[in-house]
């Protein structure tokens, strides 16, 4: 069983900048893909970024490139998505997520956080 719990979600202006943060328990963290979706109001969950067990690679989808920047700390169980120049269209339901195998579709991810809001006003 793994425990998802994300943190750090807010109301922001538009330019501001916010880092969420995922803390996960109950496996080894290391061996985990670890990515970020979210899900805007009446719209499907979309991939945010990924970044793969050890953290030598990532991945972004082209909305966030340049602006957003995940990372882990594999010692302290924690994945982190750094988001600069955030965006009213940014705003949404972030959720932290973990996979076996280095994937960007949901459908790979078995366990999800619940899930934190970020509110970006223009």
């Known amino acids: 069983q793994v425990q998802l719990v994300e943190s750090g979600g807010g109301l922001v202006q538009a330019g501001g900048s916010l880092r969420l943060s995922c803390a996960a328990s109950?496996?080894?963290?290391?061996?985990?893909?670890m990515a970020w979706f979210r899900q805007a109001p009446g719209k499907e969950r979309d991939i945010v970024a990924v970044?793969?067990?050890?953290?030598?690679?990532?991945y972004y989808t082209d909305s966030v490139k340049g602006r957003f920047t995940i990372s882990r700390d594999n010692a302290k169980n924690l994945v982190y998505l750094q988001m600069n120049s955030l965006k009213p269209e940014d705003t949404a339901v972030y959720y932290c997520?973990?996979?076996?195998?280095?994937?960007?579709?949901?459908?790979?991810?078995?366990?999800w956080g619940q899930g934190t809001q970020v509110t970006v006003s223009s």
């Open positions: 997520a973990t996979a076996d195998r280095w994937a960007t579709v949901q459908y790979a991810y078995a366990y």
């Open positions: 109950g496996r080894t963290f290391s061996r985990g893909t």
């Open positions: 970044i793969s067990r050890s953290g030598d690679m990532t």
